[in-house]
C-alpha cells in the first residue's frame, strides 16, 4: 500500500494541451474518485499513474518513487478496466491467475491467492468457466477479482461499473466500498457519476478540461462547492443558481431576486456590499414545505406556484416558480402532494445557501 | 386477406429465366474442367480435335500415375515451398500486425503505408532486380531463394490482413496484460497468438494459393530439380508431340489441393475477411 503524489502533471497531444499541471496528494489507504464530465481528463490521469500514458510535464510518484519511467508492470498497481478487458481464451481461474504467473509465483500461491479472491466475490463455482459464459455482474468480479489477487500499492478504476444495469451498479457499488474497508488498498476510481463518487470516495476530485475544480470530501464539495460548476455537477437534481443583487435593508444584508429577499448570513462572504450582483445558489433539498417549513424562521418564508411535480415515492420533484419569474427545483418529502398550479408556502434553509461571484463563478463565503 | 409472409416462394417467369441463365453460365464456366477431366480419361490414342467432347470409351486412369511419377519432384518442391513461405509470411505478418495495431510508434503508420506499397507492384517489375539480389545473395537457383522471395512479398498482405484482424482486440486487453506483468513478447505469445487463430486461417489460405499457383518466380529463380508443379505442369504441355492426357491429370492434381483447402475452410475465410463488419 502507498500514497500516491501527482505534481503538476501536464499532457499534450501534440499541440494539444488536455491536463494543464495538475497537483494531487492521495494519502495512504484512500479511495479518491476522480469525476467529471467526458473530455475532462479524468480517465488520462489514471491512465498516467497506471503508465499506459506518458507524462507530457511534471511527476507521479507512488510510496517513495518516481514512476515516470517506470513500465507499467513495474509499478505494482492494477487496474479495472471499464469493459473488464478480461482475457477471452482463459478461464476464470486463468484469468485471475494470470498476473502471479507472470509474476512466476508458485503454484501453491498462485493457487491460494486466487482461491482467497473467488471465495470473497462469491467466484467459486465458477472457476473453470470462460468469460463469455458469465453475466456482467460476474465478469465485473473477475475483473475485481484479477486485481485483488495481486495485492497492489495502488487500484486503479476506470468507470467500472458504467456497462451494468442501474440495479446492479448499486450493488457492485456497496462491494466495492466493502472490499475497500477490507483490503484498505489505496484507490483511485474514475467516474462520471457523480452519485458513484459521493458514495464510495473519501475524497472526491472534481475535474473540467483538465484543471481540477475542487478535492474535498463528498459532504464538502456538496455543501461547500468551490464554484458554480461543482455546485452544478455535484448533487442530483442540480443545485438551483439565481440571479439577485445585495441590498442592505436596516443594515442586514439580502440577495434581491425578484421581488423575494434572501437574507445573507451574517460573517459570510464580506466582499458582498450593497449593490453587488451576486448569484445564490440553493440546493433543492433545502426548500421546505408543509410542516417542515414551521421549523424555519418566518423569514425565511415564501410563497410560489407549482408548476410541475414528479412524485418519486420517497420524496418529490417539485418545479416551483416564485414572483412569476424565478423557477426553483425543489426536493421535498413524498408525502407532500402538491397540484400544478397551486400556490403553496415554502420555506428555504437560507443558512445553506451559497453565495456565487457572477463573473468569476466562484463560491463566497 | 393478408398474405402469409411464409409461404414457398413463388415462381416467376422472372426466376425460372434467372436460374436458366444462372445454369447456363456455370456450365460454361465448367466446360474447362469437363474438357480437363474428360481428356485425363482418355488413352492418348483416343484424344483428337474432333472427339474431344466426347467421354472416353474406357476410363484411362494411369494417365494420373504417370503424370504423377513425371510431377513427383515439382510437388515435393511446391509442397517444401508453400509450407516453409506460408509459414515464415504468417508469423512474421502477424508480429508486424501486431506492431502496427498495439504497439503503434512515431511514424508507424508511415512504415506501415510503405508495407502495403508492396501490395501493389506486380512480380513482373521486380524479377529482374530481385534475380540480381538473389544471386548476389547467393540464393538464386534454388528453394531457399525462391522462399525468400514469397515471404518477403506476401509480407505486404499478411501485414495488412493481421494488422486489421488485431484492432478488433481491445487495446483495453493489451494494456491489461501489460499491468499484469506480461512485456512485449509475453503479450503477443500469451494473450495476441491464441486470439489469432481466424487470423491466421485467412492468411495462411490466401498465402497457400498465391505461393502455390505461382509460376513465374518459380520459373526464372529455379533451376530445373527445384521447379515448382506450375513450372512442371508447363514443361509438361510444351514440346513436339504432347500426350494431353498428361498435363490433364497434372493439372487436375496441381488444382485438387487448393480447390480442397477452399471447399474444407472456405466458410472460416469468409468469416475471417467479414470479421468486424457486423457487431456480435
Redesign the interface.
Known sequence: MANVEIKKVVKKYGPVEVIHGVDLSVHENEFIVLVGPSGCGKSTLLRMV???ETLSGGEISIGDRVVNNV???D?N???V???Y?L???MTVRENMG??LK??KKSKEEQNERVMEAARILELEPYLERKPSELSGGQRQRVAMG?AMV?KPDVFLFDEPLSNLDAQLRTQMRMELRKMHMRLKTTTIYVTHDQIEAMTLADRIVILKDGYIQQVGTPIEVFEKPNNVFVAKFIGNPPMNILEGVCNVIDGKRFVVIGKTRFPIQDGVAAEIVDGSPVLAGIRPDSIKMGQNVERLPKDWWCHGEVVVSEILGAHSLLEIIIDGENDLLAEVEGRIVAHPGETVRIGFEFDRMVLFDPETKMALY | MSKPTTTTSRITIGTISMYGALFFLALFFLMPAYMAIVTALKPPAEINLSTAWELPSKFHWSSFSDALSLLKSNIVSSVILTVCATTLSTVLGSLNGYVFSKWKFKGSEFIFTLFLFGMFIPYQVILIPLFQTLRAMNLYGGLPGLILAHVVYGLPITTLIFRNFYSQI?T??I?????????FF?VYT??VF??SIPGFVVTGLWQVTQVWNEFLWGICLTRHADNPITVGLAQLAGGQAVSWNLPMAGSIMAAAPVLLIYIFLGRYFIRGLLAGSVKE
Open positions: 497506471a503508465g499506459l513500465s507499467p508492470k509499478r498497481v492494477a487496474m478496466f471499464q469493459n478487458a482475457y477471452p481464451h494470470f498476473s507472470m509474476r484479477r495481486r | 481491445p483495453a486487453l494494456e491489461s496484460a501489460r499491468l499484469d506483468g506480461a512485456g509475453s500469451r494473450i491464441p486470439l
